[in-house]
């Protein structure tokens, strides 16, 4: 019986193929909806073309369904929901919560890579200009349901945020937190790497007047030079072949008790027992990976 109440997504960037790292994230993110008897969905987003691998996003899609985490309903594709950011833009700036923004990169390094505000009362216009959010109610810390109270850098959450960048490209921050809103995310499960920009997302929840979801941020892979496997430090890609070890592998890594009858499992036997067994309380707050593993078999 799905519990509608539930809904959590994975959300991945068609940048490059799906490796270990971004496997522990999927995983983590579908066990903890199927364990809730929730709703898991799948969004591409897909708002950055300079970044993005022709063909990516469908081999994303295919490897998700090789590692049997198979989704609920349609895909989201972000590239199709550019009226709703600008909707979102438009009322932000008719409530006065935004503004146009004209300064250089190299300005903002100078004063130390985090934005003073420079801006807000100059009433530029939108020509050769980001459009920032006004934080007039900074976020400085949130729950986290694995890792408890996490406390902001205060100069970071008092900042004003791009939305909208000076290219045209709407920002991760807007359109992530306009999709989850608009897909009823309860709660996401994700990556470690991405807690700084919690405070922000919540930050915009409470400028649109929407109730954030929770949040889960599992332990990063790293790679034997203790880096996070990554598109960008070329992590390879997750194996073709059965996907079984490796799925035991990232099941292990998150900190589910082994068992031996894991190996004689059928794929999908073996996801519906994680889900059975899936302890929220045994995954780990930080964690590596098998160096030899993910170098050789993912």
């Given at each position: 019986?799905?519990?509608?109440?539930?809904?959590?997504?994975?959300?991945?960037?068609?940048?490059?193929?799906?490796?270990?790292?971004?496997?522990?994230?999927?995983?983590?993110?579908?066990?903890r909806?199927?364990?809730q008897?929730?709703?898991?969905?799948?969004?591409?987003e897909?708002?950055?073309?300079?970044?993005e691998?022709p063909g990516?996003?469908?081999?994303?899609?295919?490897?998700?369904?090789?590692?049997?985490?198979h989704?609920?309903?349609?895909?989201l594709?972000?590239?199709?929901?550019?009226?709703?950011?600008?909707?979102?833009?438009?009322?932000?700036?008719?409530?006065?919560?935004?503004?146009?923004?004209?300064?250089?990169?190299?300005?903002?390094?100078?004063?130390?890579?985090?934005?003073?505000?420079?801006?807000?009362?100059?009433?530029?216009?939108?020509?050769?200009?980001?459009?920032?959010?006004?934080?007039?109610?900074?976020?400085?810390?949130?729950?986290?349901?694995?890792?408890?109270?996490?406390?902001?850098?205060?100069?970071?959450?008092?900042?004003?945020?791009?939305?909208?960048?000076?290219?045209?490209?709407?920002?991760?921050?807007?359109?992530?937190?306009?999709?989850?809103?608009?897909?009823?995310?309860?709660?996401?499960?994700?990556?470690?790497?991405?807690?700084?920009?919690?405070v922000?997302?919540?930050?915009?929840?409470q400028?649109?007047?929407?109730?954030?979801?929770?949040?889960?941020?599992?332990?990063?892979?790293?790679?034997?030079?203790?880096?996070?496997?990554?598109?960008?430090?070329?992590?390879?890609?997750?194996?073709?072949?059965?996907?079984?070890?490796?799925l035991i592998?990232?099941?292990?890594f998150l900190?589910?008790?082994?068992t031996?009858?894991?190996?004689?499992?059928h794929?999908?036997?073996?996801?519906?027992?994680?889900?059975?067994?899936?302890?929220?309380?045994?995954?780990?707050?930080?964690?590596?990976?098998?160096p030899?593993?993910s170098?050789?078999?993912?």
């Open positions: 019986m799905t519990n509608a109440h539930y809904i959590g997504r994975f959300a991945p960037s068609p940048s490059g193929e799906l490796h270990f790292g971004s496997l522990i994230a999927a995983l983590g993110s579908y066990l909806a199927r364990s008897h929730g709703i898991w969905r799948v969004r591409i897909d708002i950055d073309p300079p970044r691998v990516a996003a469908e081999t994303i899609l295919r490897q998700l369904e090789h590692y049997g985490l989704w609920d309903g349609d895909i594709w972000q590239s199709q929901r550019h009226d709703a950011y600008r909707d979102s833009l438009a009322w932000l700036r008719q409530q006065n919560l935004s503004y146009y923004c004209t300064c250089p990169r190299a300005r903002i390094q100078r004063i130390g890579g985090v934005y003073d505000g420079h801006c807000r009362t100059l009433q530029h216009g939108p020509e050769n200009a980001a459009v920032r959010i006004k934080q007039f109610s900074p976020v400085m810390q949130f729950h986290d349901v694995l890792r408890g109270d996490i406390q902001a850098d205060p100069l970071l959450a008092r900042e004003d945020f791009i939305i909208h960048r000076r290219d045209g490209l709407f920002a991760y921050n807007l359109a992530v937190v306009v999709d989850d809103h608009f897909q009823g995310v309860t709660e996401i499960v994700r990556g470690a790497d991405l807690i700084e920009p919690t922000r997302q919540i930050s915009l929840y400028q649109f007047g929407w109730r954030a979801p929770d949040y889960i941020h599992l332990p990063l892979a790293l790679n034997e030079q203790g880096a996070k496997l990554s598109k960008q430090n070329h992590a390879p890609a997750l194996p073709e072949g059965d996907p079984r070890p490796v592998a990232a099941l292990r900190g589910q008790n082994a031996a009858q894991w190996q004689d499992m794929t999908d036997e073996l996801l519906q027992y994680a889900v059975d067994n899936w302890t929220l309380t045994t995954v780990p707050e930080s964690a590596s990976v098998n030899a593993f170098n050789a078999s993912c």
